[in-house]
């Protein structure tokens, strides 16, 4: 079962919501909130697997939120939603810098939100490939992007090819075909990036890729 808490400051939102999980046999309700000060309570009171998490919100928005959630060690297990009404970037990146583990709009489909809390509780993160090229493209045209790569100096030539196309969007199969190896190989060598950078999630190695310069506006994909 995955356990479940909705922290966002519209009532019918969160009904919303709830109705959802409800009808879904994997998931349980465990805790609601309707700012972000309420939600990080409620998160480490309930140890929840998965919180969808809104943005903008009183007393403490989403990010920080977000931030202090992940960061606290009895939330050691919990992975963060981000939902927005907002298509903005800033609040992907800010999203991502928070560790969050996925974003989505508000106006996602039931099925594709059901799938993203299934996805993330399984330790993987979601992040939409157009949206992390804007993402990363916005940033670094705004002279964001930051060019210490000193984060990846245990890296090896071949970990630093798996994290530009992590950062790209890839699956460990399109990862596996983009370098002839196999979805199992890619797999570990995706685990090993992750390890070595002390990195929640793939969704960090997003961020990652973009703060040391591994990845700018006009990089190839191929």
């Not at 009904?15 to 309570?41: K, R």
């Not at 809104?54 to 297990?77: H, K, N, S, V």
């Not at 059901?114 to 996805?119: H, L, N, Q, S, T």
């Amino acid at each position: 079962m995955i356990r479940v808490v909705i922290v966002d400051d519209q009532p019918l939102v969160r009904a919303g919501f709830a109705a959802m999980i409800a009808h879904v046999a994997d998931l349980e309700l465990v805790g609601e909130a309707g700012d972000g000060e309420a939600g990080v309570s409620v998160a480490v009171e309930q140890r929840p697997d998965v919180v969808l998490m809104d943005i903008r919100m009183p007393r403490l928005d989403g990010i920080e939120a977000t931030r202090r959630i992940l960061a606290d060690p009895r939330c050691q297990g919990t992975r963060v939603i981000v939902l927005t009404t907002f298509d903005v970037d800033e609040y992907v990146y800010g999203a991502l810098r928070a560790g969050a583990s996925a974003f989505l709009l508000k106006d996602s489909s039931p099925e594709a939100l059901i799938e993203a809390v299934r996805v993330v509780a399984a330790g993987e993160a979601l992040l939409a490939p157009t949206v992390t090229r804007r993402l990363i493209e916005r940033f670094a045209d705004e002279g964001e992007t930051r060019t210490d790569d000193s984060l990846l100096q245990h890296l090896t030539e071949r970990e630093r090819e798996v994290l530009g196309l992590v950062a790209r969007g890839l699956t460990n199969a399109e990862i596996g075909e983009r370098l002839y190896v196999s979805a199992a190989t890619a797999k570990t060598h995706v685990g090993r990036v992750l390890a070595k950078l002390h990195a929640r999630d793939r969704a960090q190695l997003v961020a990652i890729a973009y703060e040391t310069g591994l990845i700018r506006p006009g990089t190839p994909d191929g």
